[in-house]
């Protein structure tokens, strides 16, 4: 690795040390108040709140913001008393998940005089009309007295009595709210944009078709207010009931009769079919999967069925691995709670990088934690955060463009040193391309009296598809690679389930009577051909046509039958890296000087996780599992056969590890940005077999110095001798 260890023994210790060293960025600022995003100064006290929902852009006027609103006295317009500006700017600026917006729903703080002291958002609907929020977790009033604020919910009413109401999400989510005898009901019509006082007998309640709430279209959004908080969540009851109209309207591929909460699919299926994986922007309904160990006692998955978040319990506390879609906030707590953790109890939040899927709930969870009187130590990387300035690209600035995830941090990565937390240690190492600082990880899980298990994590695993993305392009190839010649585990997991089956081969395991780590298969080589996925879509022009056109891929199986599929039609803006470039240099003669022995490997296998144990469980497309798992997302190629060696070394040209001269393009620093000691990795293309790939490599040796000819792609060319490929 390039840089020694970190350990950090405490979260004291995390927030004691303030730093900063190359690439090492180590930041601290003072924790906000839990009232921040109300914006309350040092002489307003918090009385009481009042739900309200926006039918204006808030505008600022000198110190104070003033908000167009419907509530339950009806349409008012309210100025704040003086708020600081940089909570003004949370509220206001687009670029912040924290701004009210027209359709936002909002906490509006009152003092003992009646004065509106500030305001804080408390969720936008969806552009289905919708949000899900569960009673005890997820967005509630501000804290008043040190004592946590008042619940909040949100979901489709299901059911209603004279007392009580049922409101979910049809799928998973489902709660009995008990009414208060003096219950307040309004109609909010989004429409409107005005409010009528109701009653309870009046509120519409979604209804079923064919005997399930899943096959009905239209379905009745409730917001409702409750007179406790969340540490009597028992005993409270509803004071105020919001139903909005018009009703939602779900489109008819998203109506299913049964839904499969963890499907054993290979590949994205159609939408039109139940078991759907889709990017949950609008329907977080149907991207529940269920919770699962991975590590006992140690490690879980928390995720949706597609983005994949990690809970780690460590000796120090709770820590969580990303916190993804804003919209499936209350998938993931639920999920959390589930497993027995009470997700108000975490410690540490972890962001890989700074992709809305991956942080867009964050600022949420870290606000109810704080509600609560926590204090979650919030990391992300200084690249994503701030920029490139640290390495002289000070035009280069910050992938994560949410202002309230940046106010929230407290620590940025310190790359490719050890996070020890007790039972758990974590390893960052900077992988940029996907964003400029996305961040892949190692974990290192300790079971209680057992050895350690290592996992390898990918931390942008997304194409960077078009050559106007400049060094990026060229930064993520040589990520990617370098995970591949530096980094060993012993199992891998991914980022998104359609990149590794993880969900597939959790189903898989339960129904051959195996833990989910026993599904795994613990072999480095699975870490490495999971890589080169990615790595040979992004850059090899030699499946151009199978991308373009959906060619025809036969995968020999173990027991000899071969099976033949289709791949994807290409993404119409993907231009591979050997075609479109960047390039650090013309084809021709260079010499080289190794840092390594050089690496042996393979094609990519589209045949993952060939287990044995697995044997006699089948998928949906009927495939037995045993021989692994043939996931055609990206599947555009399968050359487990074909053999090739990966170097590192240093090139001995003008290349300086950077591009200042691209036209059209953006420039930055590639493998320079990793100081003074970077090298290059480069690959031969393929040989002719396994045993004269394995006879060149038997002749390298680091530290030397080799002649070899390169493409114009950075690429070794195999001689007629192959004792001449270096000479």
Not at 301 to 316: E, I, Q, S
Not at 473 to 502: E, I
Request: some cysteine.
């Amino acid at each position: 690795m390039r840089k020694l260890a970190w350990q950090v023994l405490s979260k004291a210790l995390l927030f004691s040390a303030i730093f900063a060293s190359g690439i090492g960025i180590f930041s601290i600022h003072a924790a906000e108040s839990a009232n921040a995003s109300l914006g309350i100064s040092a002489e307003s006290v918090l009385a009481y709140s009042k739900l309200g929902y926006a039918i204006s852009e808030p505008t600022v006027k000198g110190n104070s913001l003033s908000v167009e609103v419907l509530t339950g006295t009806g349409q008012e317009t309210l100025t704040s008393l003086p708020m600081k500006k940089s909570d003004i700017d949370l509220l206001t600026i687009k670029d912040s998940g924290e701004a009210i917006t027209v359709g936002s729903f909002v906490e509006i703080g009152y003092d003992r005089k009646g004065n509106t002291v500030g305001f804080s958002k408390l969720f936008n609907l969806t552009s289905a009309g919708c949000w899900f929020d569960t009673m005890k977790y997820g967005a509630e009033f501000s804290p008043v007295n040190n004592n946590a604020g008042n619940l909040v919910a949100a979901g489709w009413i299901l059911d209603k009595t004279s007392g009580q109401i049922v409101v979910g999400d049809t799928n998973h989510f489902q709660e009995t709210y008990t009414l208060d005898d003096n219950v307040r009901v309004y109609e909010l019509n989004t429409k409107s944009k005005t409010i009528t006082a109701s009653g309870v007998s009046s509120i519409p309640v979604t209804q079923k078709t064919s005997g399930k709430y899943s096959l009905t279209a239209n379905r009745q959004m409730v917001v409702a207010v409750f007179d406790r908080n969340y540490t009597k969540a028992d005993s409270a009851k509803v004071v105020e009931i919001y139903y909005l109209t018009p009703q939602t309207a779900v489109e008819a591929k998203y109506l299913f009769d049964e839904y499969d909460t963890m499907s054993q699919y290979s590949y994205y299926p159609d939408t039109k079919t139940n078991g759907v994986v889709v990017k949950p922007y609008n329907m977080p309904w149907i991207a529940y999967t269920k919770p699962f160990t991975i590590v006992e006692d140690r490690m879980y998955f928390v995720g949706d069925n597609d983005v994949a978040c990690y809970l780690f319990k460590t000796d120090t506390g709770l820590a969580l691995l990303d916190y993804g879609w804003p919209p499936c906030g209350y998938l993931y707590y639920l999920s959390i709670e589930k497993l027995g953790f009470d997700p108000r109890a975490i410690e540490y939040i972890l962001l890989s990088h700074g992709h809305g899927d991956h942080y867009g709930t964050v600022v949420e969870f870290n606000k109810m934690i704080r509600n609560a009187g926590g204090d979650p130590l919030v990391v992300q990387t200084y690249e994503d955060a701030k920029g490139y300035d640290i390495y002289g690209f000070p035009g280069i600035g910050a992938t994560t463009q949410d202002l309230a995830v940046n106010a929230i941090t407290d620590q940025f990565y310190t790359w490719e040193k050890w996070m020890d937390f007790g039972g758990v240690r974590v390893y960052p190492i900077l992988t940029p391309g996907h964003t400029n600082g996305t961040g892949s990880f190692i974990f290192e899980v300790t079971p209680k009296g057992k050895a350690p298990i290592t996992f390898g994590y990918m931390g942008g695993f997304g194409t960077i598809h078009t050559p106007d993305q400049g060094y990026r392009r060229a930064q993520f190839v040589y990520s990617l690679k370098y995970l591949q010649q530096n980094v060993n585990v012993d199992y891998s997991l991914p980022q998104h389930c359609a990149h590794y089956p993880m969900l597939e081969l959790n189903k898989a395991a339960e129904k051959a009577g195996i833990s989910f780590l026993d599904a795994l298969v613990k072999d480095n080589d699975e870490w490495v051909n999971f890589l080169e996925r990615r790595l040979v879509a992004q850059e090899m022009e030699m499946y151009r046509l199978s991308l373009e056109k959906g060619g025809i891929i036969q995968v020999r199986f173990p027991d000899g039958k071969v099976k033949e599929f289709k791949t994807q039609t290409a993404a119409p803006k993907l231009v591979r890296n050997e075609v479109g470039g960047p390039w650090k240099r013309a084809g021709g003669e260079y010499k080289i000087t190794l840092v390594d022995d050089g690496k042996l490997m393979h094609g990519f296998n589209i045949l993952q996780n060939s287990n044995p144990l697995l044997n006699g469980v089948y998928n949906r497309n009927g495939d037995n599992l045993g021989d692994g798992v043939m996931i055609t997302r990206d599947g555009y190629m399968h050359d487990p056969d074909k053999w090739f060696l990966q170097i590192s070394a240093h090139v001995e040209d003008g290349y300086q590890g950077q591009f200042t001269n691209l036209v059209g393009a953006l420039n930055g620093p590639v493998e320079s940005l990793f100081g003074k000691d970077w090298y290059e990795i480069l690959r031969t293309v393929y040989f002719d077999s396994k045993e004269e790939a394995q006879a060149v490599l038997a002749t390298l040796k680091a530290g030397q110095t080799y002649t070899v000819t390169l493409d114009k792609n950075s690429n070794i060319q195999i001689e007629n001798d192959i004792t001449k490929v270096f000479r």
